[in-house]
């Protein structure tokens, strides 16, 4: 192989890897918005050092899936969370992260602090406690946490029960080792 068609053929490589980086990166952080104005708090400049995971469905009648069901169910109870990440995998946000979302409820983190919620971001995987998080909701999951790693100083990225032991047990089913192996790669 000649040496100029040796650098062009580098070149070509970097330039097509450069171009699937920015088609990945836009394509799969695709946020469909659904902003509440309950079960959750203004604040300007909190520090942001959690994620929490969570699980949830309706179970008020109807579909148990169903994302706005499921918001509406959320309404009732003054509850809310940064984001809910559909069967399909579809990334909904119904808090802007700058805000607290009431998701952690009586916790406190491994070094002891309490009130998780204004230090947190929470992201619910819609997924009944009789069934597992689909794969497609692992992988909207993963590109979430490490794009909200990117931004902030995470120290804790958590499951719900992991906070809570004696209240909870979500997320449920879910493979959190293998889980936390993906979120290295
Ligand atoms: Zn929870």
């Known amino acids: 192989m000649n ?3 040796r650098i062009r053929l580098i070149v070509l490589c970097f330039l097509l890897e450069f171009h699937l980086t920015a088609l990945r990166s836009q394509s799969k952080l695709n946020i469909v918005d659904k902003t509440v104005s309950f079960g959750m708090r203004q604040t300007f400049n909190r520090n942001i050092c959690a994620i929490i995971v969570h ?3 309706n179970n008020s009648g109807g579909e148990k ?3 706005d069901l499921i918001i509406k169910q959320f309404s009732h109870y003054h509850v809310s969370s940064h984001y809910v990440i559909g069967r399909e995998g579809t990334i909904y946000q119904l ?3 700058k805000n607290v979302s009431f998701q952690a409820g009586k ?3 491994p070094d002891g602090r309490k009130g998780v919620n204004s230090c947190s971001i929470g992201i619910e995987l819609v997924n009944a406690n009789d069934d597992s998080p689909t794969e497609a909701q692992i992988r909207s999951l993963t590109i979430l946490i490490k794009n909200i790693q990117s931004r902030y100083n995470i120290k804790y990225i958590l499951r719900h029960s992991d906070i809570a032991p004696d209240r909870k047990t979500d997320p449920w089913n879910m ?3 293998d889980f936390m192996q993906r979120l290295k790669n």
Do not use: A, F, P
Request: glycine share 0%.
């Open 3 to 5: 040496r100029n068609y």
């Open 95 to 97: 808090v802007k992260e």
């Open 107 to 109: 916790s406190s983190l």
């Open 55 to 57: 699980s949830t469905y």
């Open 175 to 177: 493979n959190w080792e």
């Open 65 to 67: 899936y169903d994302i």
